[in-house]
């Protein structure tokens, strides 16, 4: 379960990762990586360089993946 609290008493909410999943599925990833940054200046500006993409379209040109099956390499 995702906590977050708004401020007000009695205002902590609790979403679980299936309905993160389904409302914004980038965000999951983006929550993890940002509790391993550190909690500081350095941690914020590195979180500032992360793209996450919800599909396989991207923007970055220069990133071309291909599929790997390793069954074939042996």
């Known amino acids: ?10 205002g902590q909410r609790s979403t ?7 409302k914004n599925p980038a965000s999951i990833i983006e929550k993890a990586v940002k509790g391993m940054l550190p909690k500081n200046k350095l941690g ?3 979180f500032r360089n992360l793209r ?13 993946p291909k599929a790997i099956n390793l069954n074939d390499l042996k």
């Open 1 to 10: 379960t995702y906590t977050r609290y708004t401020g007000y008493p009695g």
């Open 16 to 22: 679980t990762a299936r309905e993160l999943l389904d």
């Open 44 to 46: 914020a500006e590195l």
């Open 52 to 64: 996450v993409y919800a599909g396989t379209d991207h923007d970055q040109e220069a990133q071309k």
